[in-house]
């Protein structure tokens, strides 16, 4: 497709649950993102992939986030145990050097 | 640790006028990217900038990029109600594949 398709668009999760959010890159683009933005406008990097491969997961809280992304596959976000602090909007990204697209961002809210 | 600033945060501005933005950031880098983001959507690519000097125009915005300075500016002519949004810069670190964002701009355009 010629569009990062994130799914779903809003997610509402009680504290402690599980969370997975979804996200088919644009075909052909080698690299995906995950950017974690909070209500204050901030953009936090999470995790980037080459291909299927993990490139840099150096903002990932990795005691309760995992992320992956398999061939044939959307790519997926998940978050167990969630925290309000989770709440947030989660835009996935891909690119074709140099220039990244990004998808509509899942909404998260924890109550 | 990259740090991107943007100035100022809020930009209040009648139709008409012209202003600029300014985006600093810290270490070394060729590659500065400018978005849109609208509320409750998804970032826009403005343009992406990839050497010293480089200068891009579209409509009445226009991006330059001066990496000895590690300064973008992104300016604005003849402003339009329409390109009220918020604005954000973002680096990415050489090698790296992930941007590091400012803050973003928050445009506000009175007719």
């Known amino acids: 497709g010629e569009e990062v398709a994130q799914t779903p668009k809003h997610l509402v999760r009680g504290e402690g649950q599980k969370a997975k959010l979804y996200c088919a890159p644009i075909k052909g683009h080698s690299y995906v993102f995950w950017y974690q933005q909070v209500l204050k406008n901030e953009f936090k990097f999470l995790i980037s992939?080459?291909?299927?491969?993990?490139?840099?997961e150096t903002g990932m809280p990795k005691e309760r986030f995992s992320a992956k992304c398999l061939p044939n596959s959307p790519c997926s976000l998940e978050i167990q145990a969630t925290k309000l602090e989770d709440s947030a909007v989660y835009f996935c990204?891909?690119?074709?050097?140099?220039?990244?697209?990004f998808g509509q961002g899942t909404r998260l809210t924890v109550v | 640790e990259l740090k991107v600033e943007q100035n100022p945060l809020f930009l209040s501005m009648q139709e008409g006028k012209n202003y600029t933005i300014y985006c600093n950031y810290s270490t070394t880098s060729d590659r500065l990217y400018w978005y849109r983001q609208d509320p409750g959507k998804s970032l826009e690519s403005l343009f992406v900038?990839?050497?010293?000097?480089a200068v891009k125009q579209e409509g009445r915005l226009m991006a330059s990029l001066d990496t000895k300075a590690r300064l973008s500016t992104l300016h604005i002519t003849a402003a339009v109600h329409d390109l009220s949004a918020t604005y954000f810069c973002?680096?990415?670190?050489?090698?790296?594949?992930?941007?590091?964002f400012g803050q973003g701009t928050r445009l506000t355009i009175n007719p």
């Open positions: 992939f080459q291909n299927e491969n993990v490139f840099d």
């Open positions: 900038l990839l050497s010293n000097g």
């Open positions: 973002a680096v990415d670190v050489a090698g790296a594949q992930k941007l590091v």
């Open positions: 990204a891909s690119s074709l050097d140099p220039e990244a697209f």
